[in-house]
């Protein structure tokens, strides 16, 4: 493991230490993140008598949801559905057919957030015909799409949804899929080896009630998973960028992107495609938090940084989960900041640079630059306005990655000896002079040209 500066660490570890102690958790352990490796770990608190370690695992509780959605999005990127999709399309006969992967995902579907039936964390679950014939249309709450409304059952769904289209379980398909490739060979639907036991903590007492950890069946893609700061660690790098073979980067960022929010106005929390997004003191994290009886987990990466942190305990409340890991990664950047990365000549299609410098939509001025692997970015030449990077689609054409223009295409039209003429976007035409006569402009040009008055 990569270490950093020995105040850092102390100041890590102090904040971890703080939260055990005022918080009254058997054990907590943390970890820190940067570039895909861990740089940091600590430990407060007794698993069996001894301190725990970065091998002893923990319950992670909803940080399942995250791996589970990465099943379904490696389903899409191979063509197996669309996000858009109906449920009823891969799972048909429920009572929710008409609801989305995407709003499944999102929990923007307004189905319930609970199973119905006795508290499914405390109680051995069913299998999904039990799961599926305890949902009747009462089950669906809220308009589907209106609005953020976290379900546990819908990831319940969305576990049947990747066991139909593999073939298999999802558990067995994350193992092969997810957790074998990433190095995660500790990470299990059980506990394996050494591991810390769930307890609730008496809140007016120092005593310990020992938790239930039953197997969920098939509520358990909302929250199975047992794991450790080694292997947690790892996925918060996946989370990060750091995605291996499993997914593309470009997927994961999309998995990032917000789909909803869950605060209204002040947009401090919402959610992407199965992960939590936080914006914090300047920041957008992204990651996820998790809670079953006995255990609290949380998982929080800065893309914009590249830092990480994650935090697990064996208590069933009490521990801020959230804040601590928040906090963990605030003390790492401003402990030792990242420096940005050396600026260095990129490969360019030399042809591109044709398309480069200065462009016009109407009267405004913009600039297209050529970004690494063939991307363009177009914004405004000065002041605000719309601007949105581009990836190339083949021959003239380039898709709009974000911002306005995001799903739109680009298309280069060109002279009759091949020089690029105009900018044909979304309708948009841009020219290289303000409002080109000889450019497809809609609505056309005043014939009198420019004048004074």
Wanted: proline share 7%.
């Amino acid at each position: 493991m990569l270490t950093m500066l020995s105040t850092t660490e102390l100041a890590l570890l102090r904040r971890l230490a703080t939260e055990q102690s005022t918080r009254r958790a058997p054990s907590l352990v943390g970890g820190v993140v940067r570039d895909g490796a861990l740089v940091w770990s600590g430990a407060r608190g007794f698993v069996d008598g001894t301190a725990p370690d970065d091998d002893t695992q923990y319950r992670l509780g909803s940080i399942t949801k995250s791996m589970v959605a990465a099943l379904v999005l490696r389903l899409r990127d191979e063509g197996k559905l669309e996000l858009n999709d109906p449920l009823e399309r891969h799972v048909p006969g429920t009572g929710f057919g008409m609801l989305t992967i995407a709003q499944l995902l999102a929990h923007t579907g307004g189905i319930t957030a609970e199973s119905p039936g006795s508290w499914w964390e405390r109680s051995p679950g069913g299998d999904w015909a039990a799961l599926d014939a305890s949902l009747t249309p009462d089950s669906l709450k809220l308009r589907p799409g209106s609005r953020f409304h976290y379900s546990n059952v819908g990831y319940g769904v969305l576990g049947e949804l990747v066991s139909r289209l593999r073939g298999m379980t999802w558990l067995e398909a994350l193992r092969a899929e997810v957790l074998e490739p990433l190095g995660m060979n500790r990470t299990s639907p059980h506990p394996e080896g050494r591991h810390a036991r769930g307890w609730a903590v008496h809140p007016f007492a120092d005593v310990l009630l020992p938790e239930p950890a039953p197997d969920a069946g098939a509520m358990a893609p909302a929250g199975q998973l047992w794991s450790t700061v080694n292997d947690l660690a790892r996925w918060t790098s996946f989370v990060g960028g750091h995605t291996g073979e499993v997914l593309h980067p470009d997927t994961v960022a999309e998995m990032r992107a917000v789909a909803t929010v869950d605060d209204g106005d002040v947009w401090q929390a919402g959610y992407g495609l199965g992960l939590q997004l936080i914006r914090h003191n300047g920041r957008r994290l992204a990651g996820h938090t998790g809670s079953m009886p006995g255990f609290l987990a949380c998982t929080l990466v800065d893309q914009a940084t590249g830092t990480g942190a994650l935090c697990l305990a064996n208590t069933t409340s009490g521990v801020a989960i959230l804040s601590l890991a928040m906090d963990l990664i605030t003390i790492a950047d401003e402990y030792e900041p990242q420096l940005p990365a050396e600026w260095r000549p990129s490969e360019v299609d030399p042809a591109l640079l044709a398309l480069t410098g200065l462009w016009h939509w109407g009267p405004t001025a913009f600039h297209l630059r050529v970004l690494p692997n063939g991307w363009l970015n177009l914004s405004p030449a000065e002041g605000e306005g719309r601007a949105s990077r581009f990836r190339p689609a083949g021959g003239d054409d380039w898709i709009g990655l974000d911002g306005y223009y995001a799903g739109e295409t680009l298309r280069v039209a060109r002279s009759a000896d091949g020089t690029p003429h105009h900018l044909d976007l979304a309708t948009f035409i841009f020219t290289r002079t303000p409002y080109d006569p000889a450019a497809p402009i809609p609505g056309g040009v005043d014939e009198t040209g420019w004048r004074t008055e």
